[in-house]
């Protein structure tokens, strides 16, 4: 008989929706055959079987489960016989602690009780993050409580929520007919803590527009022969990409992230570029691996298949972590002229490149009609100046205003 437990996947990822199951309760199915469908934070992940025999579930579709707990057991019918059909994991987990050791680990109350040693900053990022700081164990000198520690605490999903304003229960009863409360998916509340990871870092945005007329001509000219020979879907974004890089290698400190108890910078000497992309349960960040030494044709058509795996839900956990920069392409969508992109946590800053407008532009000493390409620059103002992102932005226009310094191929 074998168990089957939700297990550190790591990534900071703690529980699990159970998405689908693909076979019943009592079905016979064979080792490697996928049995359930599993949503984390990042990816929805198909569970195989580890063994032969009759799948008795654990964990009902439409659950959430955590870091140890029983999803299925798998077995023959005599070995499943002492397990009640439908009770939950949790219970049968629980009624598996022997009485002493639940007695043993029920005075928890002495962590709250000791004294809490944190600077005003830490508390305020406490505050900011719903994190109960008295929960939170510090590994600074004398146990004093650091600025990474309460990160951790918060993404490990220990969060102790502070009181917030409410919708009034008497307008909610008044409105009962017109209101639906809705659950969110696991998804959408990992996007959530990671928008309030985000909002803690001190930023700025620097803006630009940029003559994307050459670049707009280049891939009406090319999409087709592209697409014929090579069956690949040629985009402005790979042009981006490879303008975004060259910019990166220029002003290296935006390709980084920041420790702040060592007040260090993280500079990355490879480039991992991730992407905002739209999935059906919420935005999720793809990531294509050392495109620096990728081809502007390779690159097409690596975020045409990554694309592709998060709308169909099959994107894997490695697909999605290890970005060393994130590019947003508003401009995809069809909207935005500029934004302010929420920064991808850790990293220092994020691009974000919206619709490209035909617009007035000087050539020449002469104004014409030209394809003009707004980019913005959100980054963290503890690692970069303005004048750095002024850089970076005027690299990245050098970059797709003469395109002969970028590789097709």
């Given at each position: 008989?074998?168990?089957?437990?939700?297990?550190?996947?790591?990534?900071?990822?703690?529980?699990?929706?159970?998405?689908?199951?693909?076979?019943?309760?009592?079905?016979?199915?064979?080792?490697?055959?996928?049995?359930v469908q599993v949503e984390t934070d990042k990816a929805v992940v198909n569970v195989p079987a580890p063994i032969d025999g009759i799948v008795k579930i654990a964990a009902a579709e439409?659950?959430?489960?955590?870091?140890?707990?029983?999803?299925a057991t798998i077995g023959t019918a005599a070995e499943l016989a002492g397990i009640a059909k439908g009770q939950p994991a949790q219970q049968r987990q629980a009624a598996a602690v022997p009485p002493a050791k639940a007695q043993a680990a029920a005075p928890v109350s002495a962590k709250k009780e000791r004294e809490t040693l944190a600077t005003p900053s830490v508390r305020k990022l406490a505050h900011e993050l719903n994190v109960d700081i008295s929960?939170?164990?510090g590994t600074g000198p004398n146990g004093r409580i650091v600025e990474n520690d309460v990160r951790s605490f918060a993404s490990k999903g220990t969060v102790q929520q502070r009181p917030v304003v409410k919708f009034s229960e008497a307008l909610e009863a008044q409105h009962k007919e017109d209101i639906e409360r809705?659950?969110?998916?696991?998804?959408?509340?990992?996007?959530?803590?990671?928008?309030?990871?985000?909002?803690?870092?001190?930023?700025?945005?620097?803006?630009?527009?940029?003559?994307?007329?050459?670049?707009?001509?280049?891939?009406?000219?090319?999409?087709e022969t592209v697409m014929k020979e090579q069956n690949v879907?040629?985009?402005?974004?790979?042009?981006?990409?490879?303008?975004?890089?060259?910019?990166?290698?220029?002003?290296p400190n935006f390709n980084a992230s920041?420790?702040?108890?060592?007040?260090?910078?993280?500079?990355?000497?490879?480039?991992?570029?991730?992407?905002?992309?739209?999935?059906?349960?919420?935005?999720?960040?793809?990531?294509?691996?050392?495109?620096?030494?990728?081809?502007?044709?390779?690159?097409?058509?690596?975020?045409?298949?990554?694309?592709?795996?998060?709308?169909?839900?099959?994107?894997?956990?490695?697909?999605?972590?290890?970005?060393?920069?994130?590019?947003?392409?508003?401009?995809?969508?069809?909207?935005?002229?500029?934004?302010v992109p929420m920064i991808n946590y850790p990293e220092v800053a994020i691009l974000g490149v919206h619709?490209?407008?035909?617009?007035p532009v000087v050539k020449n000493g002469k104004v014409a009609v030209g394809k003009v390409l707004p980019i913005s620059i959100s980054f963290d103002h503890r690692v970069v100046d303005g004048a750095e992102a002024v850089h970076f932005t005027n690299a990245v226009k050098k970059y797709l205003e003469d395109l002969d310094y970028l590789e097709m191929s």
């Amino acid at each position: 008989m074998k168990e089957i437990k939700f297990v550190d996947v790591g990534e900071g990822i703690t529980e699990g929706h159970i998405q689908k199951w693909l076979v019943k309760d009592g079905d016979k199915v064979s080792e490697d055959q996928s049995i359930v469908q599993v949503e984390t934070d990042k990816a929805v992940v198909n569970v195989p079987a580890p063994i032969d025999g009759i799948v008795k579930i654990a964990a009902a579709e439409g659950s959430t489960v955590h870091v140890g707990d029983l999803v299925a057991t798998i077995g023959t019918a005599a070995e499943l016989a002492g397990i009640a059909k439908g009770q939950p994991a949790q219970q049968r987990q629980a009624a598996a602690v022997p009485p002493a050791k639940a007695q043993a680990a029920a005075p928890v109350s002495a962590k709250k009780e000791r004294e809490t040693l944190a600077t005003p900053s830490v508390r305020k990022l406490a505050h900011e993050l719903n994190v109960d700081i008295s929960q939170v164990i510090g590994t600074g000198p004398n146990g004093r409580i650091v600025e990474n520690d309460v990160r951790s605490f918060a993404s490990k999903g220990t969060v102790q929520q502070r009181p917030v304003v409410k919708f009034s229960e008497a307008l909610e009863a008044q409105h009962k007919e017109d209101i639906e409360r809705i659950p969110m998916s696991t998804t959408r509340k990992a996007i959530a803590k990671n928008m309030e990871l985000s909002w803690t870092i001190p930023r700025a945005v620097s803006m630009e527009l940029v003559d994307a007329t050459d670049l707009f001509n280049r891939v009406q000219k090319e999409k087709e022969t592209v697409m014929k020979e090579q069956n690949v879907k040629l985009t402005f974004l790979p042009f981006i990409i490879k303008a975004t890089i060259e910019a990166l290698k220029e002003n290296p400190n935006f390709n980084a992230s920041y420790d702040h108890e060592k007040l260090e910078i993280i500079r990355k000497n490879y480039y991992n570029i991730g992407l905002a992309a739209e999935a059906p349960d919420g935005l999720k960040v793809i990531v294509v691996k050392d495109a620096d030494k990728k081809s502007i044709i390779e690159i097409a058509k690596e975020v045409a298949e990554l694309g592709e795996r998060v709308r169909n839900q099959t994107i894997t956990i490695e697909e999605m972590r290890d970005s060393t920069f994130t590019i947003t392409n508003i401009g995809s969508l069809g909207g935005g002229f500029l934004s302010v992109p929420m920064i991808n946590y850790p990293e220092v800053a994020i691009l974000g490149v919206h619709l490209i407008k035909d617009m007035p532009v000087v050539k020449n000493g002469k104004v014409a009609v030209g394809k003009v390409l707004p980019i913005s620059i959100s980054f963290d103002h503890r690692v970069v100046d303005g004048a750095e992102a002024v850089h970076f932005t005027n690299a990245v226009k050098k970059y797709l205003e003469d395109l002969d310094y970028l590789e097709m191929s």
